[in-house]
């Protein structure tokens, strides 16, 4: 099973990214996604997830209304489309998958790919 992110870029305060987490080696709609933020000295947090059973999603507080998660079952990916982006949203972004419900517990996920850095800086 291998997870591939990308999308990762500088982006001025107020702008847009979107991150893709491609899944590979697996039938994406058995697996809950999970994207994860690490910032520079901080520890690793939850930011979004998507179920594989019904498709409901969780934000954090902090990105809620800004952030929205999507997947594709038919092109095994799953998208992070980030709006209004603060310097507080620099980091290093994981897409992990793991199967039965959303957490956003990093414990709780079996599978993680490499990471895309975001950096949102004028």
């Known amino acids: 099973l291998q997870l591939v992110e990308s999308g990762g870029n500088l982006a001025q305060p107020g702008g847009s990214l979107r991150l893709s987490c491609a899944v590979s080696?697996?039938?994406?709609?058995?697996?809950?996604i999970g994207w994860f933020r690490q910032a520079p000295g901080k520890e690793r947090e939850g930011v979004s997830c998507i179920s594989s059973s019904d498709g409901s999603t969780y934000y954090a507080d902090s990105v809620k209304g800004r952030f929205t998660i999507s997947r594709d079952n038919a092109k095994n990916t799953v998208y992070l489309q980030m709006n209004s982006l603060k310097p507080e949203d620099t980091g290093v972004y994981y897409c992990?998958?793991?199967?039965?419900?959303?957490?956003?517990?990093?414990?709780?996920?079996?599978?993680w790919g490499q990471g895309t850095q975001v950096t949102v800086s004028s």
């Open positions: 992990a998958a793991r199967r039965g419900i959303i957490t956003t517990l990093p414990t709780l996920y079996n599978y």
């Open positions: 080696g697996i039938t994406l709609n058995y697996y809950s």
